[in-house]
């Protein structure tokens, strides 16, 4: 069996090569479903490893398994004994799981967040996470947020995420944004928030929903009807209609609906960035074996900085476990 030679340069969503303290790198015969696997390390440089008694002949099924990002899987041709992969460049997603966020401290956040936190100052029963208390999410409790509370810190991603995008992108032919047409907001999750809008904003959404155009089109509304029901006092929901961009405009979907909200009629809007494992693969066409149960703020992440690299999302997001903690985890698991 052959030893080949391989550049190992795998890039995370920023383009930079990742590091990571264990990447399975698996090869095998088109014909052969088992292979060979060699345990390595990226240290966030790209280098030539050895791959010791490989399979022979080309091509060969190349998977990279990296303990904190999404397998890549593709071909790679053999030439005179070096393993080239077929596609130029090796990009991956973070593994949602090996990661949290760190968030901009409220007074760091620059001028393009005002609408945001604005809004946030506006909104005197707002929820950060289902089942969470009611109330104005100021400054301190901004900044408060943190990885001891999961349903926050996922739901505080997930506004941050919209935000990014709403705060740019706006009914066609006008110099109007999203965000611009929400009063208060009243719930968010790790998939959406919902919020107060109006009569301007919903006769948009309906009419963009009957003649589809500029990036827009029609989607079913149908299944948001429980989402407005989540917001304390909201009952009696109707007139729904349902608009959502395409892949390259980050699958965002705006959903409006009249409803009555103790005891006062109100319009609604729920937005949220309907991922489900299509816009992921649409930015890391790369990517093996993804399985969702719906939209993760942190895949939502991936795919925005992938589309937008220049979109302040007033987060990063850090390893979960130190390297030592990986490396031991992982050792355990294989043992």
Known sequence: MPNLEFRMDIRDVDQQVIVDPVVWVRLARPDDAGGQKWRLASDGTAATRQLEDAPSGSPLRLRLSPSRYRDIGMFAQVIN????????????????????????RWASLPDDFDALTTLLLASDTFQLGRGSTAGCLDEAAYDAVSADDPTAWRAKMSLLNLYSRMRVDGPPSTTRKWIEEVSQLFLATSERFICETNQDCADIVRSLSNAPGGGYKHAGPDLHKKNFELVPGVTD???MVSIKTDVNKANLQLTVARANRHGEE?????????????LLAHTFDLIRHLFTK???PIDIHESLRGLFPDSDLGYALEPRLPIGQVTATVHGAIR
């Open 81 to 104: 004994g070096r393993l080239i992969p077929d596609a130029s460049l090796m990009k991956t997603p973070r593994q949602p799981s090996e990661w949290l966020p760190a968030f901009d």
């Open 237 to 239: 929901v109707k007139d």
């Open 266 to 278: 109100i319009w609604m809007l729920d937005a949220d960035i309907d991922e489900h494992g299509e």
């Open 294 to 296: 719906g939209t993760d």
